[in-house]
Each structure stands twice: as structure tokens, then as C-alpha cells.
Nanobody
């Protein structure tokens, strides 16, 4: 199982970024996927969830209306579109999937929101 995130970077407040997570080594279309983030000195927190076929999506409260999770099962990729970014969104963002009670993580991609 491999998850590889990309798309992070430095963006000004109010800006946008789209993160991608490419999966390999398992049947991607059979499993739900999540985005988490971890800011310095804080615990990792759930950002968004998408079911295996993409029909169900959930977001953490502060991300609702600003972030959109989506997936392309042909490309084996999950996306996180982030709009209206705030300095408090600064964190390392991780892709996650869960199989047989085991969690699998990517290496993370850094998002920094600063002027």
C-alpha cells in the first residue's frame, strides 16, 4: 500500500490550493479515503472523508464550505480542493486509508498560509 501526496506549498491568506494523493498497491475503489492534517504542536485531526465510490463526503466543522474532497477511481487519486485558506490551515496534510483495522498514511505535504 502506498499513498503519495502532492500539491502543498506557500499561499497567501484567502488563496487556494489543490492537494492530490495517488494510491497504489491495493484496490483503491474499494476503500474510503480521508485527509488529515497536523499543525506544529497539535494532534493530527481529520479534515475530510470520502466513501469508496465518492457518494458520501464529510468535513470537519471549520473546513465546511471551504474545502472539497473528491476522487477519481480510474486515476486512483483523491483530491482536496482548499479555498479561502487561513493562517490556521497551516499544517502537514496527510492522505489516509483504512483496511482490516490498519491505517495507512502517506508522507504528507506541507501547506503554509502566510502573507
Amino acid at each position: 500500500v502506498q499513498l503519495v501526496e502532492s500539491g502543498g506549498g506557500l499561499v497567501q491568506p484567502g488563496g487556494s490550493l489543490r492537494l492530490s494523493c495517488v494510491a497504489s498497491g491495493f484496490t483503491f475503489s474499494s476503500y474510503a479515503t480521508r485527509w488529515y492534517r497536523q499543525a506544529p504542536g497539535k494532534e493530527r485531526e481529520l479534515v475530510a472523508y470520502i466513501s469508496n465510490a465518492g457518494a458520501m463526503k464529510n468535513y470537519a466543522g471549520s473546513m465546511k464550505g471551504r474545502f472539497t474532497i473528491s476522487r477519481d477511481n480510474v486515476k486512483k487519486t483523491v483530491y482536496l480542493q482548499m479555498n479561502s485558506l487561513k493562517p490556521e490551515d497551516t499544517a502537514v496534510y496527510y492522505c489516509n486509508t483504512r483496511m482490516s483495522r490498519n491505517d495507512y498514511w502517506g508522507q504528507g505535504t506541507q501547506v503554509t498560509v502566510s502573507s
